[in-house]
């Protein structure tokens, strides 16, 4: 998978699971999510609603939408009925969605990096959960797996409309260390390496 299929991929997760947007409104908004997740989907999308033909004052009365907030009519094409209960978050909500299952899948392909074959390691990380008051995340919440396990993308399980749930290495030197002859230098490399993750370098 590389960067424009996760992109896609979980831009659909979002579109489906939300029902805000209509799913052929996906190349319109895939520009909305930022990558590097530097800017928050409510900028993104206040610039995207503010772009091109605006819905009329009489539009937007009728909808819900305070008469001073941008909604161009292009915008307002891609939302759903249920999207058009709810207007203003409509597309914000999509897009940090599909945002958290970007990230969430640039960190663990790191850690898989991290935990190159050789070096004795066995690819375990922990569940850090996104809400307490949802039943998977609470459940799961300090849970060890697998990294080939770990569900980048949001089980149905989760009730969380923008699950940010995250996966940390668990460094056990005793319990996850496959071969017990690896020596000192190699275990001093895995930890510079650890370390250089989390500073995210
Ligand atoms: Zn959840």
Known sequence: ??????????LTEA??????IKPDAIERI????SADMTVHPRQTCIEYRKTGDQLSKEDKKANGINGNAFFSR???DDLTDLGRLNPLIAHQQTILRANFTVGRYHSLEKLKQIFLPGHGFKGIVKFIGSAPECPFCSDSD???MKIEEAPV???????????????IP??????NWNEPDQTESARGSLLTRFIRWFRHE
Not at 1 to 10: C, E, G, L, P
Not at 15 to 20: A, E, R, V
Not at 156 to 166: E, G, N, R, V
């Open 1 to 10: 998978m590389d960067d424009s299929d996760i992109v896609k991929s979980a």
């Open 30 to 33: 895939s520009h909305l999510l």
């Open 74 to 76: 292009n915008a307002f």
């Open 142 to 144: 300090g849970e060890l």
């Open 153 to 167: 993308f949001p089980p149905p399980q989760c009730a969380c409309a923008a699950p940010h749930y995250l996966f």
């Open 170 to 175: 668990e460094i056990s030197f005793l319990d």
């Open 15 to 20: 579109i489906d699971k939300l029902g805000l």
